[in-house]
């Protein structure tokens, strides 16, 4: 059934954003900074044209900077991370110096969550190729 095939992603995705948002709050009051706790927000319930679905803070050195986060909601087989990524989350991911991708996948009731590497990620050939777009002119 697709539909609820695609519900079920919704909510795996929906409780994915959830927990990475409870992550980056507790990262920041941990790191007594509850001044950019309070400004964490989970934008993708705003737009989808912000191109990623938090937005956070990291402090590194004193320095704060903003943090765009794409949280991916991942499976794991084989011990191998899988998740989907669009070609314009891909291109933000190359281009934007604040953007990280987190990927959570269930262990028992509870999320996991690992940061991918940006280094690592354009190092290795861990992008397969799914479908393609197809384009043919035509003389009507």
């Known amino acids: 059934d697709y539909e609820k095939c695609e519900r079920s992603k919704d909510t795996a995705g929906d409780n994915a954003e959830k927990a990475a948002l409870q992550y980056e709050k507790d990262k920041l009051l941990n790191l007594m900074r509850p001044d950019l706790e309070s400004r964490v927000e989970r934008v993708s319930l705003k737009s989808s044209d912000y191109g990623y679905d938090i937005l956070s803070f990291q402090v590194q050195n004193g320095e704060v900077s903003e943090l765009h986060i794409e949280v991916k909601s991942a499976t794991v087989t084989e011990n191998y991370l899988t998740?989907?990524?669009?070609?314009?989350?891909?291109?933000h991911f190359k281009n934007d110096k604040y953007y990280a991708i987190y990927c959570l996948y269930k262990v028992g009731k509870y999320y996991k969550l690992h940061i991918v590497d940006y280094a690592a990620f354009f190092k290795t050939d861990y992008l397969t190729p799914m479908s393609y777009m197809v384009r043919i002119r035509i003389n009507p």
């Open 83 to 91: 998740f989907f990524i669009s070609e314009n989350e891909l291109k």
